[in-house]
């Protein structure tokens, strides 16, 4: 299915973007796992891939920082010959009512979540036009479809992610590089966990399916996106929701 593909996936030490570079190294994919700061879950993460039989290398790089991933992709494409896939997962949320927000919360989360995948798409996506095929996946969130209070920076990301993913598109569909983006509700991971109990049940109760998602049910959404089957869809957002945004 993926064999003899190569796919980086970034923030894939932990949560959502580990459960899909397990999904691709399943198909056959040669993955990349991209993190910031958790090497040793890192590691572990390629280590469970490799005990499959998969294919899977680590890599530290702070997706926000430009420089640095100029050489992550540039180091990737050297190693395997080629990029066919591009998963921008990594994210971070830092919190707050706007009338509090720190400037420096705001900055942050915009340059994590947006930017970085910014700074990959333009220099994978030089690859992938030479190559003429690849695969854009960008992660939004239901946050950056509708809103919610006490995540501006974080929604103002997910919602720019999506205006990035149809730029990108437009840009790259007449080579055959297909750009789509995934928006989840709630899944359980590290990032969800912190939230309090009153918080959870208030967002289980506007989930039609009454209940968070799991990492692997968007990783298998991002294994369709990845696929050759996907190859006439571009420029779209699917919702991994629940439900909770239609
Ligand atoms: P998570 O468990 O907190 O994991 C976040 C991942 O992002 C980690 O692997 C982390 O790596 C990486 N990361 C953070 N900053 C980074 C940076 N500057 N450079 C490189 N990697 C970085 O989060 P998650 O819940 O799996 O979320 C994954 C994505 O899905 C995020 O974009 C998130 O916004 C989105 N999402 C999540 C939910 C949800 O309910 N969980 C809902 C909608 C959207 P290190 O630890 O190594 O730094």
């Known amino acids: 299915m993926l064999e003899g593909k190569t796919a980086i996936v970034t923030g894939a030490s932990r949560g959502i973007g580990k459960a899909i570079a397990q999904k691709l190294a399943s198909q056959g994919a040669a993955v990349v796992i991209n993190y910031n700061g958790s090497e040793e879950k890192a590691q572990e993460a390629q280590r469970e891939i490799q005990e499959k039989g998969g294919t899977a290398s680590i890599y530290r790089c702070n997706v926000a920082d430009y420089a640095q991933c100029e050489k992550f992709i540039q180091d990737v494409i050297q190693e395997y010959g080629s990029l066919d896939i591009l998963v921008n997962n990594a994210g971070i949320t830092k919190d707050g009512l706007l009338m509090k927000m720190t400037e420096e919360d705001f900055d942050k989360v915009i340059a994590t979540n947006l930017k970085g995948a910014f700074n990959t798409i ?38 720019g992610l999506i205006g990035l993913t149809k730029a990108a ?77 239609m």
């Open 122 to 159: 333009r220099f994978a996506s030089r690859q992938m036009l030479k190559q003429r095929s690849g695969r854009i996946i960008n992660m939004s969130s239901v946050s950056g479809v509708a809103g919610n209070a006490g995540q501006a920076n974080y929604a103002a990301s997910k919602a």
């Open 169 to 245: 598109a437009r840009e790259l569909a007449s080579r055959g590089v297909t750009v789509n983006a995934i928006a989840p509700g709630f899944i359980e991971t590290d990032m969800t966990d912190v939230l309090g109990v009153k918080v959870k049940e208030a967002a289980v109760a506007q989930i039609p399916l009454g209940r968070f998602g799991k990492p692997e049910q968007v990783a298998a959404a991002a294994a369709f996106l990845a696929s050759e089957e996907a190859g006439y869809i571009t420029g779209q957002t699917l919702h991994v929701d629940g439900g909770m945004v």
